[in-house]
């Protein structure tokens, strides 16, 4: 019964874990078949590219299904307008004339594609209403419209199930993001610290580096993607710029710390500030991760005075140290060392104050 409850219990993690891309997958579904039963309502030609539009423009969240709904609406219509008028001004009943005309529509479409992407559909457009007639015995500019029809229906149509199954909203993902990098420095800062008291290889947290940048890049990715929800239905707006900016210099923080470590301190500090390096580790560590946790649920940010203790603890300790004249008989190269993990330590101690005001807003906003 225990082994029954704890695969139980797994499944309902993943489930939770992956409940973004289950409901993207849920819209698409919905979208693909509601898209064909509009488009066979509607009689339109070939539901074909009805059911493909909604199924392609169905994001993962509403604010990406608007940009792209946008830029293949804009770049469908120019793309038929254009391919129409060269259709119908040069004949091309011969297959070497269909050659050429094809190739005077697509260059021009595809150059301004490659300069614009939002006129990306626009060479694809083009190349179906020069090509469709031949298939469905329609004329050029018949063509045209059905096509723009045909994406129509299948945008409108993604954005309405985009908005009204379980919709994703891009705030939502990227303070999911933005958790998700707090976590990860929460992994990383103990073994980075770790290093300022024995030697440690540095290659070996080089995957978790990388994965830290993927996190931060996902939540700059989705931040982009809020511009397109601000529409009086998600009022009130979350600004996540300060949130991105404050997250961003965490991780310079520790990377600051990461070359203030590549040697371990002098033995001499270590045994000074050992006791007090021990508990900034703990504590950044801690607020770390439970301000990951607190910005998930939306709910108000840890207190931030124990780490704050301790990372003051740790600068006085340090000022003593220069103060006895520890760093007298010390190597240049070592003495900047203690210098920069002096500054890494105070910019990270001033991070975590903005941090605190950053989960704060968050836990204010639905």
Not at 72 to 82: D, M, Q, R, S
Not at 95 to 121: C, H, K, M, R
Not at 169 to 185: D, E, G, P, S
Request: hydrophobic share 50%; charged share 15%.
């Amino acid at each position: 019964m225990s082994s029954l409850a704890t695969g139980w219990r797994s499944l309902c993690t993943q489930i939770w874990d992956y409940r973004s891309q289950l409901g993207l997958s849920l819209r698409v579904t919905i979208a693909a078949a509601a898209s064909y039963v509009i488009a066979q309502a509607l009689h339109v030609p070939l539901p074909l590219w009805t059911v493909l539009t909604a199924v392609i423009l169905t994001q993962i969240s509403f604010g990406k299904s608007v940009k792209a709904t946008f830029d293949y609406l804009v770049g469908t219509l120019f793309g038929a307008i254009y391919a129409a008028a060269v259709a119908a001004l040069l004949p091309h009943a011969s297959e070497p004339a269909l050659v050429g005309v094809l190739a005077v529509a697509v260059a021009p479409l595809a150059l301004i594609g490659a300069i614009n992407p939002t006129f990306s559909a626009a060479t694809f457009t083009g190349v179906l209403v020069l090509l469709i007639p031949g298939i469905t015995h329609v004329g050029p500019i018949e063509s045209a419209f059905y096509r723009v029809i045909e994406v129509a229906v299948g945008g409108i149509t993604a954005l309405v199930i985009s908005l009204l199954v379980l919709p994703a909203r891009a705030n939502t993902l990227t303070i999911q993001a933005a958790a998700q990098v707090l976590f990860l420095l929460a992994k990383y800062l103990p073994d980075l610290l770790s290093c300022l008291m024995r030697a440690r290889d540095q290659s070996e947290f080089a995957p978790l580096h990388d994965a830290i940048g993927k996190a931060f890049a996902q939540s700059d990715a989705t931040a982009a993607e809020a511009k397109h929800e601000r529409i009086n239905f998600f009022a009130p707006e979350f600004s996540s710029g300060p949130l991105l900016r404050t997250l961003l210099r965490l991780r310079h923080d520790l990377v600051m710390i990461g070359r203030a470590a590549v040697v371990p301190l002098p033995e001499t500090f270590q045994a000074k500030l050992g006791p007090q390096l021990a508990q900034v580790t703990k504590t950044a560590t801690d607020y770390l991760r439970q301000s990951g946790e607190a910005l998930a649920a939306r709910r108000n940010p840890p207190s931030f005075a124990p780490a704050d203790a301790a990372l003051g603890d740790f600068a006085t300790g340090l000022a003593e140290a220069r103060h006895e004249g520890l760093t007298v008989e010390l190597p240049v190269d070592a003495v900047e060392r203690v210098f920069a993990l002096s500054f890494a330590l105070d910019q990270l101690r001033r991070n975590f104050r903005d941090l605190e005001r950053c989960v704060a807003e968050a836990a204010h906003w639905r």
